[in-house]
Structure formats: C-alpha cells, structure tokens
C-alpha cells in the first residue's frame, strides 16, 4: 500500500485509541503498519491515559458531526473534518490558552523563545 493521502506521505502518523478489540486485532495492526502509521495503544482501564484524545473527540462529535451532519458520505465528513480542523486551530478561542486560538498561542511561544526579552 502506498502510504499517502493526497499525495502527501502520512508515514510516522501516530494513531492513538483505547485498548478496544478493533484496535489490537493483528489486521489492523498489520494495515496500520502497511500505511506507515505508529499505534499508540492506551492501557487497559486507566481513564487518564487518554483523557486529550477523548476530549478532542467529544469537541468533534459536538462541533461538527452532530452540527454539520447527516452527511452523505465520507468525502462529505472528510471535507467537514478539514474544515472543522482549520476552524479549531486558527479561529476557535481556547479558554485554557489564554482564549486565543492554537495558532496564535504557538506564535507567541515561539517567539518568545526566539527573544526572551520581549
């Protein structure tokens, strides 16, 4: 399988989930392998292990796919998702950031650390 999407290379994505079934069945850890991806499996009941996944996700299901939907198909969800992944970065204020968007909030860190005295 060609690793690409959009003729961009997605080798080293780092696919992160729970210990659910679907995600240690051999297949899927063979197709993800096939796709260049890493697995990054949480531990089997400890909550906080992937207490920032599950939070992004909530905020997807929340922000898009139940205000954007039905769709009729993936392409449809697919186009929702970049969208909805733009909007989160460049325009949505996150109050734990200081109620600036990610963009923004990285901009300021790394110059900060370019000039120290600003």
Known sequence: MDP???GESVD???HHSDAGSQY??????ERLL???ALASIGTVGDSFDNALAESVVGL???ECVRHDGPFRGVDDLELATADWVWWF??????GSIGH???VEFEATYYAAL????A
């Open 34 to 36: 096939d796709a260049g």
């Open 89 to 94: 970065n460049y325009n949505r204020l996150h």
């Open 4 to 6: 690409r999407r959009d």
């Open 24 to 29: 240690t069945a051999i297949r899927y850890a």
């Open 100 to 102: 600036v968007p990610p």
């Open 12 to 14: 080293g994505l780092i």
């Open 60 to 62: 997807y299901k929340t």
């Open 114 to 117: 370019r000039d120290p005295a």
